[in-house]
């Protein structure tokens, strides 16, 4: 049974005044990146509380594929990634309303290992005892790509692909060290504290030195069947209590400088 995090009972104590009720229930369909999982249901929970009549439903998974779902029509109404690559491919192709889309967290990128590892350093992992690797597919998760980056950087990144074992999604790579099947794993600080008491952080990652700042941007899809309660959804995410709820769960402060690719200048 999922247990409610203090600061979601909280919330849900503090609830004032509720806005009137849609005329008919209204579900809105949410895909999320799979690190925001645990916050993104508490949340959930915050916001149907706050609009009766609404449900949340959450698609979970990562970037990439959440992003081919949506250029295949699936009926999506908010998107919220773990990168800007694939939410400025959306919106490339007119199907992000950009009016909506705002950064709203931050993250950063860890290299774990099980508790009793003797790992110390990210060149530890061209280690001879060193065998399994968990890394995230860098075709389509954006922990992946950030980790092809920071190991590329310190150039070990041939060595460690020789050794990866590639997850689906960043929970799924942290799965794989978190059950022994796998000697270390590179994801999100926000994953990581999920399975503290399986794995520990080694080494943390230097946004803007060694990879590209992780930056998880949030958008109404523009084929939305409830756009009203989308947008509703995206601004509350920008709120004081939801930002509460992210930073419990490690989240960092939205960095709202980085813009979509076709606007830096």
């Not at 449900?55 to 999506?76: C, H, K, M, W």
């Not at 990866?164 to 060290?177: C, H, I, K, M």
């Not at 989308?230 to 601004?235: H, P, Y």
Request: aromatic share 6%; glycine share 6%.
């Amino acid at each position: 049974m999922h247990r409610i995090c203090p600061v979601l009972l909280i919330m849900l104590c503090l609830l004032g005044v509720v806005p009137s009720a849609p005329a008919h229930a209204e579900t809105v369909i949410v895909s999320a990146a799979a690190s925001l999982t645990n916050a993104f249901t508490d949340l959930g929970r915050i916001f149907a509380a706050r609009h009766k009549g609404v449900t949340v439903r959450f698609n979970f998974g990562s970037s990439g594929a959440l992003e081919q779902q949506i250029e295949q029509g699936a009926p999506v109404d908010v998107f919220a990634s773990a990168a800007v690559k694939e939410m400025d491919h959306l919106q490339a192709e007119h199907l992000i309303s950009p009016a909506t889309r705002e950064n709203f967290v931050t993250n950063r990128l860890v290299l774990i290992a099980p508790l009793n590892s003797r790992l110390t350093s990210w060149h530890d992992l061209t280690a001879g005892w060193v065998h399994r690797i968990a890394v995230s597919d860098p075709a389509s998760v954006p922990s992946g790509r950030y980790a092809r980056e920071t190991l590329q950087h310190k150039g070990i990144w041939t060595d460690v692909l020789r050794k990866a074992v590639l997850g689906e999604n960043v929970r799924q790579t942290l799965q794989y060290v978190a059950d022994g099947d796998a000697q270390a794993g590179i994801v999100f600080a926000t994953d990581a504290k999920i399975e503290a008491k399986l794995v520990k952080v080694v080494k943390v990652a230097v946004p803007g030195v060694d990879h590209h700042p992780i930056v998880y941007p949030v958008a109404v899809v523009a084929a939305s069947h409830h756009p009203l309660f989308a947008k509703l959804f995206v601004q509350f995410l920008n709120g004081h209590t939801a930002q509460m709820v992210l930073r419990h769960y490690g989240f960092l402060p939205p960095d709202r400088t980085i813009k979509p690719a076709k606007l830096r200048r």
